[in-house]
């Protein structure tokens, strides 16, 4: 199971950390990818982080803005969230893979974390 | 940057018949290790996605053998041998470069 976090309503230019909860499978053996949905840009790949932390990809649209992290320990991956924009608004979705992150998306998703900037 | 486009956007459906999806790249990509990185989504209607196919053609676990993928190069093609009731939703293609994911648009599957 994965479970999305930490969503809610901001602030243009705000900061939000989206969190990622695992059980019922070995955290530590999958990558975890982050993607979006909204209305107008449909789904939106925007970051991934690999099984063991080492490295994280992102977007371009989240490059210098987004932080990915995780925790193993907590069986969690963090996702800081700075300079919000209006156009960030979407329900954030994470998903696990066991191939490196930002190659396949995911096999399995969360139920996802809405997430809305406005003034 | 790379665009995917998917056709139809929309596939009136007949149970019990095939069904056919198209998915078009702007560009030819083959990660290093030789792969083609390209997967097909399902979305049914209230839930989260779900991958069915990666690697053009290698099924998902849990995925029914009815869904086959194909393709190669810039077009690609997801395939429903036998359309059943829960294919209802919308699909997504999507293609990695540089370990960065794009989706196609989608194409709704609903019941004629």
Redesign the interface.
Known sequence: QLVESGGGLVQPGGSLRLSCKASGFTFSNYAINWVRQSPPRGLEWIAGISRLGDYAVYADSAKGRFTLSRDNARNTVYLQMDSLRVEDTALYYCAKDVNPPGIYGGNFWGQGTLVTVSS | DLVMTQSPLFLPVTLGQPASISCRSSQSLV?SDGDT?F?W?QQRPGQ????LI??VSNR??GVPDRFSGSGSGTDFTLKISRVEAEDVGVY?C?Y?TH?????G??TRVELK
């Open positions: 990660y990185c997967s989504f989260s996605p779900r991958r990666y690697k998902d676990s997504y999507a990695a370990q960065s994911l794009t989706f648009g989608g």
